[in-house]
């Protein structure tokens, strides 16, 4: 099931806020897709945007150049024609918010409206992108005479006025392209703000035909990219030079043209241009869960992406410009250029602008979008994307499990939901609280509690009445639930949204007379706290897992992170049942701080794997707390081949095998699937799903599994999130794996 989530101020592919924080509750239409305008991607954006009214002088049309040879290329040209200038008030609000420095982008974009972090970390690294591979060929360059800039489909780009405003543009010429309309709005606005006008000096003007605006280093062309003789006639008329260095730029605008137009203006721009440099920012990943909610959200506004089918994943993109007459190129998604092109420095800058906690969606759109820098007949070569480091390749499957839906739920919306957590509370019955999802028929934090349990060999879901005095319970994500016997559960942690100070813990208590299709209601009470337990509680994204000390029980709760630490690597020791603080010894090297890690309890210890670090970086240890006489120790357990780092995985024990499941890692262009570790050896094996029998896409992050040890079969419940702008996935489903053949060939 796809949602798209709707933000005051009607833009749907834009959340104000993300889903996760948003304030309120979307109302959804029928089968869980609210009811909004069309609304139709912005071609020099990876965002899908409403068609915006502006106030006068601001734009109303978008920057791409599409061919328009039948009835339904004309109304896909008028789809990607509607997006306006919302990729400039996107950019203009990352720059309210001190991601990118642009004091251009106001007067470009025509209005101001705030987005959501995720938007704005979207937009600054494809900023910083752009900026990182024109800057670079600004200094390789700097000692010619001349030199000039091709912006394709520009539309409202504020580049030339930033590089003209840095004193970058000393021998440099810019030459922007795009529709006849769009130029001609552009230029209009040029000449009626001062403040730009005078950055192209009073000899800018009309020029002749095509040319809509020409100053002495800036010229403005309306024509179609994809007719090329029209295109290179305009540009002689223009005054390009085909004999200098060149830069070409072209941000989300190639897609979505044909392939065979837009290869052609591929090799068109190498053999008319001998010493030339290509910058292009596009989607890539088409196939997995993620990148097929980003096609059919573009499939759905009339904009396919048009380049993915040939053009899949980064290799064939770098195939496709060696092959069309360029030399050199380089490729990198956009996690890899984050973590390899920008300083250490400026990465925490951005971490800390503003509340942050959707992790999982940030690093999936950068795994979902490249930048590629190719070039011919440089001196010296341009290499802007040369790596600082070394990157996997994909990982090697040793086989697949099959995944199937396990029940059909009669409409019972609960598993739907994301964040949240389940716990099998008794055999064959399974509770699962909290999270983001449906609730009655709205988008939400969910309070509902919901109750899996199985009859005759069958799932069946049942909604719980909560005895809730005075809601204690509230709206809760990423919390953790320990079932501590067959009456009684805890609730540990969790938030509302990513500035909140973390939420408590809270009692969940079940009737003794509790049948087998699970209890009729569930009694929520506050836990009142000792000051020393206190911080345990207040974090999200941790761990909690039962462990045994000298034939006590204890909830070992470690990592998370806060309102005030993005990431924590404390850990606390909970006598129960009374909750008690105590003070365990714990020798050996410390772990990583991270969160959204997964731990199990084993031999009387704890496994913890994976998690995200400091860094935002996902982490491939994995470390064994094991029982000492007088205490623990902490024991780092090496797999081979190493563990592919990731985190918001689920984990589970068996005979001595940790299953891992899901999660997000930067190896695409596979997802993880189950990996399973064995603990005596060492052993690590990667087993994708095969997800042949499902009708949806199914999203392993954000989730919650239970192992069935007897069936050797795994539930999987839930999972999902924002799909940055293309709107919310939920798993409809409850999915059982089968795990049986890779735990007995393991």
């Known amino acids: 099931m796809i949602a798209r989530p709707r933000c005051r101020g009607g833009r749907p592919e834009e959340p104000r806020p993300s889903c996760s924080e948003s304030e309120g509750k ?4 029928r089968r869980g897709i609210r009811r909004r305008r069309t609304a139709v991607p912005s071609p020099r954006s990876p965002l899908g945007v409403a068609r915006l009214r502006h106030p ?26 509607g997006t ?36 704005h970390r979207g937009y600054y690294i494809r900023a910083r992108a752009v900026d990182h591979c024109v800057q670079d060929f ?34 440099t010429v810019v030459y922007e392209v795009d529709f006849p309309n769009v130029a001609c709005q552009k230029a209009t606005l040029i000449k009626g703000l001062k403040e730009l006008s005078a950055l192209v000096g009073d000899t800018g003007g009309k020029g002749l035909g095509a040319i809509t605006f020409s100053g002495d280093d800036y010229k403005l062309l309306g024509v179609d990219l994809s007719e090329l003789p029209e295109l290179e006639r305009t540009l002689e008329e223009a005054g390009v030079n085909n004999e200098i260095p060149t830069l070409f730029i072209a941000e989300v605008v190639l897609t979505y043209m044909e392939n065979t137009r837009s290869d052609a203006l591929i090799e068109w721009a190498a053999e008319h241009f001998p010493q030339a440099c290509f910058l292009l920012y596009e989607q890539v990943h088409p196939e997995d869960p993620f990148g097929r909610v980003m096609q059919q959200h573009f499939r759905q506004l009339n904009t396919a992406l048009r380049s993915l089918a040939q053009y899949p994943d980064c290799k064939a993109q770098q195939r496709r410009f060696l092959g069309k007459g360029w030399t050199e190129c380089t490729v990198m998604d956009m996690n890899e250029f984050f973590t390899c092109c920008i300083p250490e420095d400026e990465q925490q800058r ?70 949240h957590h389940s716990v099998l509370i008794k055999p064959n019955v399974i509770l699962t609280t909290g999270g983001f999802g449906e609730e009655d028929g709205q988008h939400c934090r969910v309070r509902n509690f919901h109750v899996l349990s199985k009859h005759a060999g069958h799932w069946e879901a049942v909604c719980v009445t909560q005895n809730m005095p005075e809601k204690r319970w509230g709206e809760r994500l990423y919390h953790t ?135 935002e970086q996902p982490l491939g240890s994995v470390f064994l707390l094991r029982e000492l006489e007088h205490g623990f120790q902490w024991q780092t357990i090496e797999t081979h081949p190493p563990l592919v780092p990731r985190y918001s995985h689920t984990a589970h024990v068996h005979e001595g095998k940790l299953m891992l499941v899901g999660g997000v890692w930067f190896h695409a262009p596979s997802v993880p699937g189950v990996t399973v570790i064995d603990l005596m050896t060492g052993l690590c094996l990667n087993y994708g799903i095969n997800v042949e029998h499902l009708e949806w896409p199914l999203m392993l992050h954000n989730h919650s599994s239970v192992f069935l040890p007897k069936e050797k079969e795994l539930l999987v419940i839930g999972g999902g999130g924002n799909c940055f702008s293309f709107g919310t996935h939920l798993n409809p489903e409850p999915v059982l794996l089968s795990l049986s053949s890779i735990l007995t060939s393991h």
């Open 350 to 419: 951005v971490q800390t602008l503003e509340p942050f906690d959707e992790y999982e969606e940030w690093h999936l759109k950068c795994s979902h979008y490249f930048v590629l820098a190719a070039s011919k007949g440089m001196e010296p070569s341009w290499t802007p994307l040369s790596p600082s480091m070394t990157v996997p390749g994909p990982v090697g499957m040793a086989g697949s499990v099959p995944a199937a839906v396990c029940t059909r739920l009669s409409g019972i919306p609960g598993p739907r939901r994301y964040g």
């Open 84 to 119: 306006g200038g919302s990729s400039a008030v996107s950019k203009c609000s990352a720059a309210a918010r001190g991601y990118i420095q642009d004091r251009f982008l106001r007067l470009l974009a025509g209005r101001r409206r705030r987005r959501a972090p995720l938007i």
């Open 138 to 171: 600004l200094l390789k360059t700097q000692s010619l005479p001349r030199t000039q800039i091709l912006s394709l489909g520009a539309g409202f780009d504020s580049l030339y006025f930033r590089l003209k405003d840095m004193g970058l543009l000393h021998h």
């Open 26 to 29: 979307r109302r959804l239409g």
């Open 481 to 615: 639930v320990s079932c501590l016997s067959d009456t009684l559960a805890l609730v540990v942690g969790g938030r509302t949204s990513p500035s909140s100070t973390g939420l408590g813990m809270l009692w969940l208590k079940f009737p003794e007379t509790c049948d087998a299709s699970g209890p009729d209601d569930v009694a929520v009470e506050l836990v009142s706290l000792q000051p020393a337990v206190e911080a345990a509680a207040l974090r999200w994204r941790h761990s909690t897992t039962e462990i045994t000390f000298k034939g006590e029980q204890y909830l070992f709760v470690y990592g998370g992170r806060s309102a005030l630490e993005p990431v924590l690597g404390d850990w606390h020791f909970l006598h129960t049942p009374e909750l008690s603080y105590t003070v365990i010894a714990v020798e050996g090297p410390v772990p990583e701080s991270r969160h959204s890690h997964s731990a199990c309890s084993w031999e009387g210890g704890v496994l913890i794997a994976g998690g995200l670090g400091a860094a």
């Open 56 to 81: 006068a002088p601001g734009p109303v049309f978008p920057r791409v150049a599409m061919r328009v040879s039948s009835g339904s290329a004309v109304s896909s040209s008028r789809q990607v024609q």
